[in-house]
């Protein structure tokens, strides 16, 4: 593979391909008469990459079902995956002895979106969560998959309605102990890590006006200054019915502050019920780190770039003549011709530039 310093060159040459693969996820053939299309991943987002595809045929299309999509990008000899896709059934135009189909792409995730679970689940107290994760999506058929190891286990049952999505289930249980949620990476392998705050992790990008730029000069900066919580209650659900729940809180009075009670003129509160506490001194530090956070408001950028690998949740530094911050990598969008600017939504973390 090419050294990826290719990427940054003034000169690209872009091509996008689509590779047809069985169950198995193993290479069939060549998706022929693909003309446009797009792929978009979205931290936000319940599937977290999909899109869709535009295909000109003279004959019909009949690899769904059990079939997959793999679709690759190459600049200047530098290859990557944009994801394993389920392809949906597609919409079909006929125009004479051409037909054309547009076909919704999801990432694997849709797997368990799709197996809602009959009955109530309990998972006993005790249990090694993330072995129960891997083996509930092996028990699937998939056999791609690196849920990272833990000796976790839940204090208390836990308890999901029937006709719960499996995946609310496993992302659930992956907050519960403190992991990122549920993924699928574009080698198509279901993935969960324990959560790494900002600070943490590398700095993978460096997006910056100069020479060997590949942004565009236009782009969006918002920051979101109305919904800062200028109180914060949090209280335990505690399993034990003759115990108390424990509860703390905190408001903003300080006078300094734009965001406080007396800057604002009302409350703008935010609960959380449900907060996991062995004790007292636990769930005030909970509070006062949210509370910290809570005081940083959200700065966001979007621009428009040459096509990268670039993968979500990932740290960049940002640099123009207006701002210098340390973000991460919330949402991307690829289109499928060769030539066009990808989107990239960048959110500002809690990190020293």
């Not at 509930?136 to 998959?145: A, D, N, P, Q, V």
């Not at 019920?273 to 956070?293: F, G, H, I, S, Y």
Request: hydrophobic share 35%; aromatic share 10%; glycine share 4%.
């Amino acid at each position: 593979m090419a050294d990826s310093s290719v990427l940054f060159q003034n000169r690209r040459v872009e091509k996008f391909w689509v590779d047809v693969l069985n169950e198995r996820e193993e290479y069939i053939e060549p998706l022929d008469g693909v003309v446009s299309g797009s792929v978009a991943c979205s931290v936000d987002a319940r599937i977290k990459r999909g899109g869709s595809l535009e295909i000109v045929s003279k004959k019909p299309i009949n690899w769904w079902g059990r079939k997959r999509l793999r679709i690759w990008i190459e600049v200047n000899g530098y290859r990557w995956s944009l994801g394993v896709f389920i392809p949906s059934s597609p919409e079909q135009k006929h125009n004479g002895d051409k037909t054309s189909f547009t076909v919704e792409i999801s990432d694997k995730l849709l797997i368990l979106d799709d197996d809602k679970i009959p009955y109530a689940l309990t998972i006993p107290k005790g249990t090694n969560l993330t072995s129960w994760v891997e083996n509930y999506i092996r028990s699937t058929g998939e056999t791609k998959i690196y849920i990272a190891p833990s000796q976790l286990v839940n204090k208390r049952p836990l308890v999901w309605d029937a006709a719960t999505e499996m995946l609310t289930v496993i992302n659930d249980i992956l907050d519960y102990i403190g992991y990122f949620s549920l993924s699928v990476s574009p080698e198509g392998t279901f993935s969960a890590e324990p959560y790494m705050l900002p600070a943490d992790r590398p700095v993978m990008w460096d997006f910056r006006e100069g020479v060997n730029s590949v942004q565009a000069l236009e782009y969006t900066f918002s920051q979101d200054l109305t919904g800062i919580p200028n109180r914060i209650v949090y209280t335990t659900d505690p399993q034990d019915q003759d115990k108390k729940p424990l509860v703390s809180s905190w408001e903003n009075h300080d006078p300094d502050s734009p965001f406080s009670y007396e800057a604002r003129g009302r409350w703008i509160t935010e609960v959380k019920t449900d907060a996991e506490a062995a004790d007292q001194a636990e769930l005030d530090k909970m509070v006062k780190r949210r509370a910290n956070r809570s005081l940083r408001p959200m700065a966001k950028i979007d621009l428009k770039s040459a096509a990268l690998p670039v993968a979500l949740n990932q740290v960049v530094r940002y640099t123009d003549k207006h701002y210098r911050m340390m973000m991460t990598i919330r949402k991307f969008e690829v289109s499928l011709k060769p030539g066009e600017l990808m989107s990239i939504t960048l959110r500002k973390a809690n990190r020293e530039y």
